[in-house]
Nanobody, 126 residues
């Protein structure tokens, strides 16, 4: 069983940056597509970004492309989300997730991810 723990969230002013980390323990994540999702207040959880096993392929929600960067360090069993030029609409709880199957293809579908962290709060003030 893998455990995913997000960190790096906090309060930041609009235009600022944060770097989220997702540390995995219990199992390696190197064989899995990993993703970041977020849930804004009063809304459903939405896809943010995904990264393939090697880190050579990434996929973003359209509105994040250019501001957010997903990366991974398989040696550290960790996935990152660098967020720049943050906007108040980015306020949400951010979740890290592991694809439900090893060698699974990159996807934005929430149902394709089988393991989730508890989330980290990001608040962007105007």
């Amino acid at each position: 069983q893998v455990q995913l723990v997000e960190s790096g969230g906090g309060l930041v002013q609009a235009g600022g940056s944060l770097r989220l980390s997702c540390a995995a323990s219990g199992r390696t994540i190197s064989d899995y597509t990993m993703g970041w999702f977020r849930r804004a207040p009063g809304k459903d959880r939405d896809f943010v970004a995904a990264i393939n096993r090697s880190g050579g392929g990434t996929y973003y929600r359209n509105s994040m492309n250019g501001r957010f960067t997903i990366s991974r360090d398989n040696a550290k069993n960790t996935v990152y989300l660098q967020m720049n030029n943050l906007k108040p609409d980015d306020t949400a709880v951010y979740y890290c997730a592991r694809h439900e199957r090893p060698l699974g293809i990159m996807t934005s579908r929430e149902t394709d991810f089988g393991s989730w962290g508890q989330g980290t709060q990001v608040t962007v003030s105007s």
